[in-house]
């Protein structure tokens, strides 16, 4: 059975940094994408950074030049560096691993992590 695991998540004062880390776990063949999202209370939840297999990345637009997501392909591992966090960053933060192939059934799915909270206040 696939699960991701998500860590990493605390209070932070703003102007602080910390790093989320994501572990996907199981009989997994491959993975596609994997991204981060977060939710904020009362918010729909809201894309943060993808990165693709080989690599590629992208962000919102919030998170430009903070936020760095990295990815470990054979501990199937997905990372995000936050810096410069300020309240807004305030969220419950969710990965994502997509098109994951697992041996087990062979089948191309998305998973979704159970959510770490990121805190940011003074």
């Known amino acids: 059975q696939v699960q991701l695991v998500e860590s990493g998540g605390g209070l932070v004062q703003p102007g602080g940094s910390l790093r989320l880390s994501c572990v996907a776990s199981?009989?997994?063949?491959?993975?596609?994408?994997m991204a981060w999202y977060r939710q904020a209370p009362g918010k729909q939840r809201e894309l943060v950074a993808t990165i693709a297999r080989k690599g590629s990345t992208d962000y919102a637009d919030s998170v430009k030049g903070r936020f760095a997501i990295s990815r470990d392909n054979d501990k199937n591992a997905v990372y995000l560096e936050m810096n410069s966090l300020t309240p807004d960053d305030t969220a419950v933060y969710f990965c994502?691993?997509?098109?994951?192939?697992?041996?087990?059934?062979?089948?191309?799915?998305?998973?979704w992590g159970q959510g770490t909270q990121v805190t940011v206040s003074s």
């Open positions: 199981g009989r997994i063949h491959s993975i596609g994408t």
């Open positions: 994502k691993a997509e098109r994951l192939i697992d041996y087990t059934s062979g089948w191309e799915n998305d998973y």
